[in-house]
């Protein structure tokens, strides 16, 4: 389907018993660092009536940031569903990062996995991050169960 942007949005849906199903979580490493991604942003033009867009049309839900000081003045709509996954609508600027969030359930022992990787992290009070050298950010936050 043609999204607010005119972007083409697709779906999978993979079904229980297909390949992809029975594939799920085999190929990842007993110290993975997250198993969850549980937010994305994304860069519209035009944030409202993205926002408008996915809350009209997809049955999103306003919702707030995984982590909390990133709350004000953004945009979060909540997925359909149970998942709890979220977007941050940002507008699209030259130099904007993208964001993905992933839940971790200890925030300490996240931050010495990622030094023991040599990986430099910036520590903030309810979150960690990682940047790649084109300014895009990994967010690793602990997630409250639902």
Do not use: C
């Not at 799920?24 to 937010?39: E, F, M, P, Y």
């Not at 994304?42 to 707030?64: G, H, S, V, W």
């Not at 699209?92 to 990062?97: I, V």
């Amino acid at each position: 389907m043609a999204g607010p942007e005119q972007q083409n949005i697709e779906y999978t849906q993979y079904m229980p018993g297909s390949r992809h199903t029975n594939d799920r979580g085999k190929h990842l490493g007993a110290n993975r660092i997250s198993d969850q991604i549980v937010a994305m942003s994304i860069e519209m033009q035009d944030p409202a009536a993205a926002r408008a867009f996915y809350l009209d049309k997809l049955d999103f839900t306003p919702a707030r940031s995984p982590v909390p000081s990133l709350e004000a003045g953004q945009i979060w709509l909540g997925l359909p569903g149970q998942s709890g996954q979220r977007v941050e609508i940002v507008q699209h600027a030259p130099g904007t990062a993208f964001q993905l969030f992933f839940s971790v359930s200890d925030l300490r022992r996240t931050a010495a996995q990622l030094k023991a990787l040599q990986i430099a992290i910036q520590k903030n009070k309810s979150s960690l991050s990682i940047q790649d050298p084109d300014g895009n950010r990994l967010v690793f936050v602990k997630v409250k169960a639902a």
